[in-house]
């Protein structure tokens, strides 16, 4: 039952902006959207999270619509290390749920 | 270094055979999850502890069980293996019971190859 629909595969030109979407159109009002990414076959990393504000942190800008339908992660500018698959995942505030993780995009940044 | 520190990195074992793979959370987290990435099922949640106790339950199968210590580190069991088993198996931590506020930290995986 996925939350989450993201596009499978994109490519980014080095130093440009990264920009992944992630269409939620089913969130509920106390889901919060979360981003991780795995560099290959390393553990996820936490990137971002946020409900219904935009959030920024040295990583990574998290831009979500007014009507919390999608959101956009945003990596200002990208590196080669940015190379990795990005997961977008939609968790409740309450409860004990734990991160459930769809397929993903897998970003390439290329030289 | 995450501070999730997972042993061993690699395992290769015959099937049938049970091994056991460790994770020692970061410094002062109370929750410890499994997952196991296979090429065909991505990352799937197998079990949660926090603090010692059993907290949430996945896709964990009847042959494989976990635990968590006083110390905090937790084991992952596999027993029976079969060839399908062989797959990266993530440990990772939390301050919280659910992680929420400051997300989950993963350790660098076992790698378990099953011939």
């Known amino acids: 039952d996925a939350k989450t629909t993201q596009p499978p595969s994109m490519d980014c030109a080095e130093g440009r902006a990264a920009n992944l979407p992630c269409n939620h159109s089913?969130?509920?009002?106390?889901?919060?959207v979360y981003w991780y990414r795995q560099i290959h076959s390393q553990g996820p990393q936490y990137i971002i999270h946020g409900l219904k504000n935009n959030e920024t942190n040295e990583m990574a800008s998290l831009i979500i619509t007014e009507d919390r339908k999608s959101s956009t992660l945003i990596l200002p500018h990208a590196t080669l290390r940015d190379t990795a698959v990005y997961y977008c995942i939609v968790r409740p505030s309450s409860g004990n749920t734990p991160l459930v993780f769809g397929k993903g995009t897998r970003l390439s940044v290329i030289a | 270094d995450s501070g999730v520190t997972q042993t061993p990195k690699h395992l290769i074992t015959a099937t049938g055979q049970r091994v056991t793979l460790r994770c020692s959370p970061r410094s002062g987290d109370l929750s410890v999850y499994w997952y196991q990435q296979s090429l065909d099922q991505g990352l799937q949640f197998l079990i949660q502890y926090y603090n010692g106790e059993e907290r949430a339950k996945g896709n964990i199968l009847e042959r494989f069980s976990a635990q968590q210590f006083p110390d905090l580190h937790s084991e992952l069991n596999l027993s029976s293996l079969e060839l399908g088993d062989s797959a990266l198996y993530f440990c990772?931590?939390?301050?919280?019971?659910?992680?929420?506020?400051?997300?989950?930290?993963f350790g660098s995986g076992t790698r378990l190859t099953v011939v």
């Open positions: 990772a931590s939390s301050l919280t019971s659910t992680g929420f506020y400051y997300g989950y930290t």
């Open positions: 089913t969130i509920s009002g106390n889901e919060y």
